[in-house]
């Protein structure tokens, strides 16, 4: 599925439209270069699971965590690690996450779960396009229930 996202606002409403639509557990990676909108729409998504207070971009700690209905979200930005091994010292094992959210997963190479849902964010012209694909059945059936909530928010897939 692919969603034309004109503006900033465009890309939050498609964060809240993921965050009431996803199944539980989820693990969704974001990719896209430097200002694509991963940090926005990660943050419109937490807001829309009821995280309260300053949702920081994960840039420098590597890993944010959320309190969220029925667990905790993961939010990780990968960009500044240099070697897979790393995520080993950050703690990532337990059973608490309840939603991963993985900016430059291709850094994280095999240490990180399977993506239910890949987002593929990029510049297009003065906004942005989401790519969003499937990873597995529960995000196939994510996709199916998203098709929807998007339409209702004024949102239109391609």
Known sequence: MRIALP???ATEALGRA???TRPQPAVVHLQGDLGAGKSTLA??????LGVQGPVRSPT???VERYPVPGG???HLDLYRIGDAGELD?????GDEAT???VEWPERGAK???AADLRVALAQDGSGRLAGLEAGTPAGAAWLAALADSVRLRGLSPE
Do not use: H, N, Q
């Not at 943050?43 to 829309?48: I, Q, T, V």
């Open 7 to 9: 503006d900033s606002e």
């Open 18 to 20: 993921l965050a009431s």
């Open 43 to 48: 943050r419109a998504l937490l807001r829309e």
């Open 60 to 62: 420098y700690t590597l």
């Open 72 to 74: 905790e979200a993961w």
């Open 89 to 93: 010292f950050l703690g990532l094992d």
């Open 99 to 101: 939603l991963w959210l």
């Open 111 to 113: 240490s990180l779960p």
